[in-house]
């Protein structure tokens, strides 16, 4: 990316994964942002599944909705967002420059080269009419790879910015960074307690505090469930303006919290140990997932 945009003529470069269809009007809102102001280093656009024929593309087509699209208007109203989207971003390219581009020592490069821009202080903005169609992962062992990535990317950016909390001037930036360590340390904590009841179980060995079975869930577990399809609800209705068949997914995002959260912990737990015992300026590299059923 860095070649081509050394190669390219324009101020605005814009990036798409190899599989992302561009909407046609994509592009028009995108570029609205960088004429509105000068200091909008980078606008990323709003991902959208292609392939939705599988219980997990269809999950997919939920979180992309519900998820993904929430988080980031919801990280815009503090001013800063946790990353560009990989499938869909435009950079200035006088912002790109101020940073030196991306880096390839990171193995999601659209996190580290978006913590750069804010950084140094370039707007970063989402844009939900930027609409581009995207092929997710069909297969369990396509997202583990995928997801994976994203885990590690994710803990190796918060590494690499472990020192924005030694300058004020970064402080819109420490909820972003705050609330990704404390999803880091759900993750660890619900899989140690998930290992002791487990050993409990089996061995009868009490460790002194009370461990609930895991399913069925408390009822602070049906709480949790209630609030995700509270929140699945409203952001399907605000994506709806921009996929009118969004609502007849709806139904399969229910299994999110039961899928997607287990792999979502599982990855971390095994990503953050490659992250933090990286070497910094080794090559990042990885090997893609699957992108639709049969597709390699």
Known sequence: MTAGTLAANGDIIVTIDADA?????????????????????????N?????????LAKIQTGEYATIIGLIKRSQRILGKVLTVSGVIAAFRRQALE?????DTD???EDISVTW??????????????????????ETIKGLWRQRSRWAQGGMEVL??????????????????????LFSALWAYTFWALVFLWIVKAATGFDFGIVLVPPVPPQWTGAMLALTCLIQFSISAYIDHFYDKKLFKYLFWVIWYPFIYWTISALTVVYATPKALMKK??????WKSPDRGLGIK
């Open 47 to 55: 991902p959208r599944v292609l392939n939705r024929t599988t219980l």
């Open 98 to 102: 101020s940073v030196g581009y991306w």
């Open 21 to 45: 269809l561009l909407d046609q009007d994509a592009l028009t809102w995108i570029v609205w942002h960088f004429n509105q102001s000068s200091r909008v280093g980078a606008v990323t656009g």
């Open 106 to 108: 990171m193995v999601t």
């Open 159 to 180: 590494k690499r910015n472990i020192d924005i909390f030694a300058d004020w001037r970064q402080r819109r930036l420490w909820p972003v960074y705050i609330e990704y």
């Open 116 to 137: 750069k821009l804010e950084r140094r202080f370039w707007d970063v903005r989402y844009e939900p009419k930027a609409i581009t169609w995207v092929l997710v992962p």
């Open 280 to 285: 910094r300026g080794s090559r990042a590299i």
